[in-house]
């Protein structure tokens, strides 16, 4: 049985840092490119960055770079998210997303953890 298993979302005040990981079990990891989303109440789902299978090569989303950095360890079967600096508007819910490097259709979703950044 493939989990996905997001932690360290809290509430943070702005200008603050919080370190996500999602913890893979059930996959060889190590086949997975792995991506961060982020969904706010009534926005879309918007992908926040992602990485592929073998920790090489990162991509991120224009709101967030500079401030974010994607991670992985595949001995840990981990993908992290350090986010610094952050502002009300990184309040959202985070989802890790693994997707086959091969088989892009097999992909697989966490269950969130909650960021707010608030005052």
């Known amino acids: 049985q493939v989990q996905l298993v997001e932690s360290g979302g809290a509430l943070v005040q702005p200008g603050g840092s919080l370190r996500l990981s999602c913890a893979a079990s059930?996959?060889?990891?190590?086949?997975?490119?792995m991506k961060w989303y982020r969904q706010a109440p009534g926005k879309e789902r918007e992908l926040v960055a992602d990485i592929n299978s073998a920790g090489s090569s990162t991509n991120y989303a224009d709101s967030v770079k500079g401030r974010f950095t994607i991670s992985r360890d595949n001995a840990k079967n981990t993908v992290y998210l350090q986010m610094n600096n952050l502002t009300p508007d990184d309040t959202a819910g985070y989802y890790c997303?693994?997707?086959?490097?091969?088989?892009?259709?097999?992909?697989?979703w966490g269950q969130g953890t909650q960021v707010t950044v608030s005052s």
């Open positions: 059930g996959v060889t990891f190590s086949w997975y490119a």
């Open positions: 997303n693994a997707v086959h490097s091969t088989w892009l259709s097999r992909t697989y």
